[in-house]
Structures are given as structure tokens and as C-alpha cells.
């Protein structure tokens, strides 16, 4: 396969990042980063976004995860360490804002709103790292980071008592488990899409995490 002009650049940012996000065990690794510069780069060929700046966006957009321990910190607030990984990389000057502009907004979502224009994706670039990002939250490598960040918070599988209704026990129900993560925000991903490319591949990524959905709470009931 022949490399992109800007493979070096590329492998500069991801070398620093790789050193930021070694730590990680939520699944917002640097593995993660790869896979959304790969779709996200995908995608812009097919929406005719700009591919150097879905590339450096997705391989910075997680910096917040790593800064703020348990406290959660918003992606702007990275953004002057992000400025400086793309000015150490060669990124071009001209680019560097937007591409900040991607990693600001990556984490709006249009239900959060009730509907999708406040979202703040006010280039294709950033609409092209959002649906990116938010495919690689369905799907099967969906599915096994939700549990991977659930177990990396300390979350239960899913809080509801499986014990048949006659066992005299009170259950330890946290209200916040994985499964429910699903109901609350990755079910959602697909009718958040912005552009066609993503709606049309978060359509076969959602069939699967609902058939999973479903499987697991059956067996979780002992009931397949």
C-alpha cells in the first residue's frame, strides 16, 4: 500500500500521543485513535472532507481522557497541548485551528439537544470526526470498550437482579452499569450521524449491538 504524503507527520503525532495515552484502560487508547484516523480518513474521501485535518483531529481528540484522572475534562482545555503535538509534527499552520476546532466539539451530541444543530461541527471536518469517533463506540469493538470503560470506573455489568423472584435477598442496585450505557447514549449513535457515509455504516453497527443487547439480557436471566 502506498504510504500518504503526510505519513510522517502523521506517525510524529501519534508517536507523542502513543506516549499520552499509554495508560489508558478505558478504551480510549491509542488503538482507538488509529481506528478512528482510519475510518475518519475513509470517510472524508467519500464526503470530500480535508484528510490531513480528520487525520490529526482523530489521532488527538482523546488527550482530555488521560490529563484529569477521575475528573472529567473538556476537550478545549487540551487544546493549547494539542497545538503544541501539531506544531512539533509540521502540521501546517494553516490547518492547526481547524483541526482544534474537530478535537473542541468531537463529544456534542445531537440528543443531548433534542435535535442536531447545536452541536457545534461547524466545518465538514468536524462532522467527519464526530460520526468517526461515535462509529467506534457500535458495534463489536463498540461493545467491548463500553465494558472495558465500565470495569476501568468500577461499574457492574448491569445492575438488574437476576435471582428468581422467590430468593429472600436485597440486590446492590447501582444505577449505573454498562448496559445501561447503551440505553443512554450508544443506541442513540446511529440517528446521530452527520454525514451519509456515517448513517449508512452505523446502520449494520447498530443492528449488532441491539441483537447483543437483547442476547444479553436474556442470558442474563439464564433464559438462552
Given at each position: 500500500m502506498?504510504?500518504?504524503?503526510?505519513?510522517?507527520?502523521?506517525?510524529?503525532?501519534?508517536?507523542?500521543?502513543?506516549?499520552?495515552?499509554?495508560?489508558?484502560?478505558?478504551?480510549h487508547?491509542?488503538?482507538?485513535?488509529?481506528?478512528?484516523?482510519?475510518?475518519?480518513?475513509r470517510?472524508?474521501?467519500?464526503e470530500?472532507?480535508?484528510?490531513?485535518i480528520v487525520?490529526?483531529?482523530?489521532?488527538?481528540?482523546?488527550?482530555?481522557r488521560?490529563?484529569?484522572?477521575?475528573?472529567?475534562?473538556?476537550?478545549?482545555?487540551?487544546?493549547p497541548?494539542?497545538?503544541?503535538?501539531?506544531?512539533?509534527?509540521?502540521?501546517?499552520?494553516?490547518?492547526?485551528?481547524?483541526?482544534c476546532?474537530?478535537?473542541?466539539?468531537?463529544?456534542?451530541y445531537?440528543?443531548?439537544y433534542?435535535?442536531?444543530?447545536?452541536?457545534?461541527a461547524?466545518t465538514?471536518?468536524?462532522?467527519?470526526?464526530?460520526?468517526?469517533?461515535?462509529l467506534?463506540?457500535?458495534?463489536?469493538?463498540?461493545?467491548?470498550?463500553?465494558f472495558?470503560?465500565?470495569?476501568a470506573?468500577?461499574h457492574p455489568?448491569?445492575?438488574r437482579?437476576?435471582?428468581?423472584?422467590?430468593?429472600?435477598?436485597?440486590?446492590?442496585?447501582?444505577?449505573?452499569?454498562?448496559?445501561?450505557?447503551?440505553e443512554?447514549?450508544?443506541?442513540?449513535?446511529?440517528?446521530?450521524?452527520n454525514?451519509?457515509?456515517?448513517?449508512?455504516?452505523?446502520?449494520?453497527?447498530?443492528?449488532?449491538?441491539?441483537?447483543?443487547?437483547?442476547?444479553?439480557e436474556?442470558?442474563w436471566?439464564?433464559?438462552?
Amino acid at each position: 500500500m502506498t504510504q500518504p504524503p503526510e505519513s510522517a507527520l502523521f506517525g510524529a503525532i501519534a508517536e507523542r500521543m502513543a506516549e499520552q495515552l499509554a495508560l489508558d484502560s478505558s478504551g480510549h487508547d491509542v488503538h482507538h485513535a488509529w481506528r478512528v484516523f482510519s475510518l475518519g480518513r475513509r470517510m472524508a474521501d467519500e464526503e470530500g472532507a480535508d484528510g490531513l485535518i480528520v487525520g490529526a483531529a482523530a489521532l488527538t481528540h482523546d488527550l482530555h481522557r488521560v490529563v484529569g484522572g477521575e475528573e472529567f475534562v473538556h476537550p478545549r482545555e487540551t487544546l493549547p497541548t494539542v497545538r503544541e503535538i501539531l506544531d512539533d509534527a509540521g502540521v501546517p499552520a494553516a490547518h492547526v485551528e481547524e483541526v482544534c476546532h474537530c478535537v473542541a466539539v468531537h463529544e456534542e451530541y445531537g440528543f443531548d439537544y433534542g435535535h442536531g444543530d447545536e452541536r457545534g461541527a461547524d466545518t465538514l471536518e468536524a462532522a467527519v470526526l464526530q460520526d468517526a469517533d461515535n462509529l467506534d463506540a457500535i458495534g463489536a469493538v463498540g461493545i467491548a470498550r463500553a465494558f472495558a470503560f465500565g470495569g476501568a470506573h468500577g461499574h457492574p455489568l448491569w445492575d438488574r437482579d437476576p435471582a428468581p423472584a422467590w430468593v429472600d435477598w436485597e440486590a446492590d442496585e447501582t444505577g449505573d452499569s454498562t448496559l445501561e450505557h447503551f440505553e443512554e447514549k450508544l443506541l442513540h449513535l446511529r440517528e446521530d450521524m452527520n454525514t451519509e457515509t456515517g448513517r449508512r455504516i452505523a446502520e449494520r453497527r447498530h443492528e449488532f449491538l441491539v441483537t447483543f443487547r437483547d442476547r444479553f439480557e436474556r442470558e442474563w436471566f439464564g433464559e438462552v
